[in-house]
């Protein structure tokens, strides 16, 4: 079942999963109705001036609706209750209607959420980050379960010395014990900045990613037995359930997951990539990249054969970031704690460990290249002068997890070129170092490869007949 329908009337068709939602109307819309005489909100593309001057204003609006919306004097009373009576407020508040404008559309706002200080008597800052309502986002069970996964991944990291922050309180909106009437956490104010890696020196980068290796050290003295993402418990025992990301959720109920063994985690997601795309879910290119899932869960019995995580684990949190913005560092250049833990899963050791997606070349990965960036290699060399060979050896081998599972739940892109170009990556990756039938295979064009693999996979595949037909 699709996790979103159109909401143009009349329309049954789905929402791609990373596209659809208008930020403008905060209304989904199918591939067909996203430009249309349904749908006529500007577009980033269309007229992008235009565009963030509308997103601007619906933010602002979203803001002061939440704002309304929260019960002050109750939310200040149960943050002085967790403190033993101490006095507080949230200055923002006091503002009135005011409050909204006052809030920059940077860190303290996004689409998503708001963060604000609470300001105790005694100088103790906290952040209240609240969520925001938009019907362009995820369905409310979805982004609840995400938001409780995240909650209780920090509440793990609380056991161990990673830098995260810590939660005080959380509370969804419809939680009939939550009186401040939205959904919100309190959490500990970190110090410091967002990381802008690329402004960054040299030195300054090898200082981040020394201790990004001390970081990844720590988390492995922590492994599961589970692969999935870490859920609410009222037990002392972390528990591990489905994954909270939306490219591994059945409907806006049911993720996937969670397993004990890499096996059946792996097939379960290359079977569900192949349901959202032969249901719609998806934006372009949906022939070639059902052609290469099934590729992927082919290949999957000789991907397990080179990891050292299977039945049974051990499996290992890993954050769920693309950038460096949930790195927050001081003026110094220390990190004083990664943010952001939402849709953070817990992964076979070969793929948590590996280099994290701020250091790859990203022009060189999108055309096919495996070779491994200057800080790649940097950071490899970070684990070998802790004694850790194993650690950079899954650095420097990492790049077939990270094609493997790379861009889940939507189009890699909406080029044919640079398609291909990525799925040559996706192949060469898979190709042992002196065989030279293997690199031969993998060699071999992709309009010569797709007609063979359409040949060979409509049969037991009978879902690429209605792909063509679409």
């Known amino acids: 079942?699709?996790?979103?329908?159109?909401?143009?009337?009349?329309?049954?068709?789905?929402?791609?999963?990373?596209?659809?939602?208008?930020?403008?109307?905060?209304?989904?819309?199918?591939?067909?109705?996203?430009?249309?005489?349904?749908?006529?909100?500007?577009?980033?593309?269309?007229?992008?001036?235009?565009?963030?001057?509308?997103?601007?204003?619906?933010?602002?609006?979203?803001?002061?609706?939440?704002?309304?919306?929260?019960?002050?004097?109750?939310l200040l009373s149960l943050a002085s209750g967790l403190r033993n009576g101490l006095s507080c407020t949230v200055p923002a508040l006091d503002q009135g209607p005011a409050a909204a404008a006052a809030i920059p559309a940077t860190a303290e706002l996004s689409d998503t959420e708001c963060h604000l200080d609470l300001v105790f008597q005694d100088g103790v800052v906290w952040d209240l980050r609240v969520l925001i309502n938009n019907g362009a986002l995820l369905p409310p069970p979805v982004q609840r379960y995400i938001f409780l996964s995240e909650v209780f991944t920090l509440k793990f990291l609380e056991r161990t010395a990673v830098p995260a922050p810590r939660v005080y309180h959380h509370a969804w909106q419809d939680w009939p014990e939550?009186?401040?009437?939205?959904?919100?956490?309190?959490?500990?104010?970190?110090?410091?900045?967002?990381?802008?890696?690329?402004?960054?020196?040299?030195?300054?980068?090898?200082?981040?990613?020394?201790?990004?290796?001390?970081?990844?050290?720590?988390?492995?003295?922590?492994?599961?037995?589970?692969?999935?993402?870490?859920?609410?418990?009222?037990?002392?025992?972390?528990?591990?359930?489905?994954?909270?990301?939306?490219?591994l959720l059945r409907d806006a109920l049911r993720p996937i997951g969670p397993f004990s063994s890499l096996h059946a985690s792996l097939r379960a997601i290359m079977y569900l990539q192949l349901d959202i795309i032969t249901d719609g879910e998806f934006m372009s290119l949906a022939v070639p990249h059902f052609l290469s899932y099934l590729w992927r869960l082919q290949t999957i019995p000789d991907l397990i054969a080179a990891t050292n995580s299977k039945e049974g684990g051990p499996f290992y949190l890993q954050h769920a970031s693309e950038t460096a913005n949930h790195i927050m560092v001081d003026d110094d250049g220390n990190i004083t704690a990664l943010v952001d833990w939402a849709c953070a899963s817990v992964q076979s050791k070969e793929?948590?460990?590996?280099?994290?997606?701020?250091?790859?070349?990203?022009?060189?990965?999108?055309?096919?290249?495996?070779?491994?960036?200057?800080?790649?290699?940097?950071?490899?060399?970070?684990?070998?002068?802790?004694?850790?060979?194993?650690?950079?050896?899954?650095?420097?081998?990492?790049?077939?997890?990270?094609?493997?599972?790379?861009?889940?739940?939507?189009?890699?892109?909406?080029?044919?070129?640079?398609?291909?170009?990525?799925?040559?990556?996706?192949?060469?990756?898979?190709?042992?170092?002196?065989?030279?039938?293997?690199?031969?295979?993998?060699?071999?064009?992709?309009a010569s490869w797709s007609e063979r693999a359409i040949a060979q996979d409509s049969v037991e595949y009978p879902q690429l007949h209605r792909l063509f037909s679409d």
């Open 1 to 74: 079942m699709p996790l979103r329908g159109c909401d143009v009337p009349g329309c049954s068709k789905p929402v791609p999963r990373r596209h659809g939602g208008c930020l403008i109307c905060s209304k989904s819309f199918c591939p067909a109705h996203t430009r249309s005489p349904s749908h006529t909100c500007p577009s980033k593309e269309s007229n992008p001036d235009l565009y963030h001057q509308r997103h601007a204003a619906i933010q602002q609006q979203h803001l002061r609706t939440l704002l309304h919306n929260i019960n002050t004097a109750a």
């Open 178 to 247: 939550n009186t401040v009437g939205v959904s919100f956490a309190l959490m500990e104010k970190i110090k410091g900045r967002r990381l802008h890696w690329e402004t960054l020196s040299k030195p300054a980068r090898s200082k981040i990613m020394e201790q990004l290796a001390d970081i990844a050290i720590e988390l492995e003295q922590y492994p599961f037995d589970m692969t999935g993402s870490i859920m609410p418990s009222d037990d002392p025992d972390v528990i591990v359930g489905g994954f909270a990301q939306v490219p």
């Open 351 to 446: 793929y948590a460990f590996s280099s994290p997606p701020m250091l790859w070349p990203r022009e060189v990965f999108l055309r096919g290249d495996n070779t491994l960036s200057a800080e790649e290699l940097e950071y490899a060399e970070a684990f070998r002068h802790r004694g850790r060979a194993d650690m950079a050896d899954l650095v420097i081998h990492g790049r077939k997890l990270q094609r493997f599972l790379f861009a889940l739940g939507g189009s890699w892109t909406n080029d044919q070129a640079e398609f291909e170009a990525l799925f040559q990556g996706l192949r060469q990756a898979f190709v042992a170092e002196g065989d030279e039938a293997a690199a031969a295979a993998a060699a071999e064009p992709y």
